[in-house]
């Protein structure tokens, strides 16, 4: 496979559940991110990590939990969520953070509803 | 604050040309982005201007000046599968991607 994936596509779950969604990169990129998208919001950036350190977490709250255990592999794992968490959940990775011309690749997302 | 301002929807006839704006206020600026993105899939990148002026790549088109902090896409000979969300983006002096809300373009026959 090629590109990054994303698992699952769709994911219901309780307020009560522990679930995680997983990301993989196969493209020796360095970075890798997780946004959340919401329906008329710009994506909003959650995590960061670059070379399996995370460099950002801006402001999540603790029930969103991310894991980058080598440089290919992203998770982030979810308990006691809420229903305004319901989303989608991007992932994307990037040769070089710090650069200008930063040109993400994407994961085609998990849709997350919370009941 | 920084702040990206691009229209919600727009409607274009197939065989049209639409033009997509986009402003920004950033602290700073490296590089302006556009990201193509269909629904229920993955964004896609489409441009990346850092120097004022116009970049052409095929029916595709980005237009940048800095001075004015503003770009726009042009599509050109619009087709059906042009329809989805077009998402413009900053980075900004700390290489910060701050995001537009995105416009979705919709193509009528």
């Known amino acids: 496979e090629t590109g990054v994936t994303q698992t699952p596509r769709h994911l219901v779950m309780g307020m009560t559940n522990k679930k995680s969604l997983k990301c993989e990169q196969h493209l020796g990129h360095n970075a890798m991110y997780w946004y959340k998208q919401s329906a008329k919001k710009p994506l909003e950036l959650m995590f960061v990590y670059s070379l399996e350190e995370r460099v950002e977490n801006n402001s999540v709250p603790s029930r969103f939990s991310p894991e980058c255990p080598n440089s290919s592999h992203l998770f982030l794992h979810l308990h006691t969520l809420q229903p305004e968490d319901s989303a989608l959940y991007l992932c994307?990775?990037?040769?070089?953070?710090?650069?200008?011309?930063?040109?993400?690749?994407f994961g085609a997302g998990s849709r997350l509803t919370v009941l | 604050g920084q702040n990206i301002d691009q229209p919600t929807e727009m409607t274009a006839t197939e065989g049209a040309i639409v033009q997509i704006n986009c402003t920004y206020q950033?602290?700073?600026?490296?590089?302006l982005f556009w990201y193509q993105q269909h629904a229920g899939e993955a964004p896609t990148f489409l441009s990346y201007n850092v120097l004022d002026g116009l970049e052409e790549k095929g029916r595709f088109s980005s237009f940048l000046s800095r001075s004015k902090g503003y770009s726009y896409l042009l599509l050109k000979e619009l087709q059906m599968k042009d329809s989805a969300s077009y998402l413009c983006?900053?980075?900004?002096?700390?290489?910060?991607?701050?995001w537009g809300a995105g416009t979705k373009l919709i193509i009528k026959p």
């Open positions: 983006a900053v980075t900004d002096s700390n290489y910060q991607l701050i």
């Open positions: 950033t602290s700073g600026f490296n590089g």
């Open positions: 994307a990775s990037s040769q070089d953070r710090t650069t200008g011309a930063n040109v993400l690749t």
